[in-house]
Nanobody, 115 residues
Framework: QVQLVESGGGLVQAGGSLRLSCAASGRTFSDYTINWFRQAPGKEREFVAT????????YYTDSVKGRFTISRDNAKNTVYLQMNSLKAEDTGAYYCNRADRSWSWGQGTQVTVSP
């Protein structure tokens, strides 16, 4: 059973930066493509970024391209999301999971960007 723990969220002003971490226990992370998702209040959970198991291929939703960077350290079983130039619309709870969302969700980490 995989346990996912997201951390690094907080309250920042627009234009600021945060670095989120997603740590996995119970299974080796390195074999899987991992996604970051986010959920704003009253909205469905949406895709943000993905990284292949090798770390060599990444993809982002259009709204975060050029501002967010996903990376991973397989030795630490951890995936990161560096978020720069944050906007109010980036506010939400951020989660990580396999690309097919098949693992149990973690508690997420809250990101709040003030205008």
């Amino acid at each position: 059973q995989v346990q996912l723990v997201e951390s690094g969220g907080g309250l920042v002003q627009a234009g600021g930066s945060l670095r989120l971490s997603c740590a996995a226990s119970g299974r080796t992370f390195s074999d899987y493509t991992i996604n970051w998702f986010r959920q704003a209040p009253g909205k469905e959970r949406e895709f943000v970024a993905t990284i292949r198991y090798s770390g060599r291929a990444t993809y982002y939703t259009d709204s975060v391209k050029g501002r967010f960077t996903i990376s991973r350290d397989n030795a630490k079983n951890t995936v990161y999301l560096q978020m720069n130039s944050l906007k109010a619309e980036d506010t939400g709870a951020y989660y990580c999971n396999r690309a097919d969302r098949s693992w149990s969700w973690g508690q997420g980490t809250q990101v709040t960007v003030s205008p």
